[in-house]
């Protein structure tokens, strides 16, 4: 028996199941040629014409041969690689590497990329901030990543699909109606003047009093304090070249690398007495090219071996937990100044 079709509508036909069908063609195949035929369904002739209308009009907004090829996780690769990888720092590639491969992937990797949408994404960041951590943590610490890393998820995964939208793979940009967790605000704890004394004779106690010192007179970050080679020293004009740090590529291998912006790259000054510690530092192992090489290895000591070494100066101090990051203060730097280095020498 001959189907039922509307009048004058010759792609829209009533199904022996009661509904409307609307079909049309989405576009053709980028190898064959052939034509990507696509329906729509309403329960009535004027929905079905609606909805047909509409997919229309998005089919001529989209590639729709490459459209239905990709997922979430392949396309997540493939804007990695082609657009991102070439165009960023080590550290923020591996950055992004180990958030799409261990946080998005595994959540949201097989939906296609053309039915991704606002709440899946939303569910994703919730999932996240609930219980995101993948390494076992303490009863006291949160089991969710924190806000800022959730927001930097956010914003990667809204530059890869602004990406998608521009190559027509999909017509909206599903990251743009999330909600979005606020920044925390940390209180910054600094190392308080009177208690410089006891940090610095904990550090010389456990042979690291040149790298510290030189920690609170420079504010450095650890990747670039590590990285720092003798020719980087200025004894005569008592200054210390930073151009280059220790960062991680995407198999996690340590790297030296530029530093994190163009300013980074800098001269800065030291006091005399950090020059001599220096130079004493230099005399132990006057044939090694980094500053502050590995006990162990003799290689460049690692930025997190650096953080774990601070917190047990600390405790050795009796002193309490300020993070290795808030050395850099400059209320700190300022006020390390010779007179503690001699206090803590008397």
């Known amino acids: 028996m001959a189907k039922k079709r509307a009048n004058g509508e010759g ?8 509904r409307w069908e609307g079909r049309y063609t989405a576009g053709y195949h980028p190898e064959t040629g052939k034509r990507i035929i696509k329906n729509v369904l309403g329960k009535t002739q004027a929905e079905c014409k609606a909805k047909l209308k509409k997919a229309i009009e998005e089919s001529q907004s989209l590639d729709v041969g490459r459209a239905d090829e990709y997922t979430v996780a392949a396309w997540l690769r493939t804007w990695f690689e082609l657009y991102a990888k070439p165009h ?10 180990r958030n799409i491969e261990q946080h998005i992937i595994p959540a ?3 939906i296609p990329l053309n039915k991704l949408t606002t709440r899946d994404l939303q569910k994703l960041y919730n999932d996240l901030q609930n219980n995101g951590r993948l390494q076992k943590v303490q009863k006291k610490e949160k089991p969710g990543l924190s806000n800022s890393t959730v927001r930097g998820i956010h914003m990667m995964l809204h530059n890869a699909l602004d990406r998608a939208v521009k190559e027509k793979l999909i017509l909206t940009n599903p990251t743009e109606n999330c909600i979005i ?5 940390q209180e910054m704890k600094i190392l308080h003047p009177d208690h410089i004394s006891a940090y610095l004779n904990a550090a010389e106690r456990r042979n690291a009093l040149p790298m510290f010192y030189l920690e609170l007179v ?3 970050r650890k990747g670039e304090l590590v990285a720092l080679q ?21 198999e996690h291998q340590l790297i030296l690398s530029r530093p994190k912006t163009g300013n980074s790259i800098r001269k800065v000054s030291i006091p005399q007495d950090a020059v001599e510690l220096l130079k004493q530092e230099h005399a132990k192992h006057p044939d090694n090219p980094w500053m502050f090489p590995s006990g162990r290895t003799g290689e460049m000591y690692h930025p997190d071996s650096v953080v774990t070494l ?6 050795d101090a009796g002193l309490e937990h300020i993070r290795f990051h808030d050395l850099r203060h400059p209320y700190v730097k300022h006020t390390t100044k ?3 280095l001699q206090k803590q020498k008397s």
């Open 11 to 18: 792609n829209i036909r009533k199904r022996a199941d009661g």
């Open 88 to 97: 960023i720092r080590p550290s923020t590639m591996n950055y992004y590497h």
């Open 108 to 110: 949201i990797g097989d």
């Open 181 to 185: 967790p606020q920044i925390e605000k």
């Open 218 to 220: 420079s504010g450095l």
């Open 230 to 250: 003798w020719s980087d020293l200025d004894e005569a004009n008592c200054t210390i070249s930073v151009s280059k740090q220790a960062s991680w590529d995407t």
């Open 310 to 315: 601070h917190k047990r100066i600390l405790k």
């Open 338 to 340: 010779n007179k503690s």
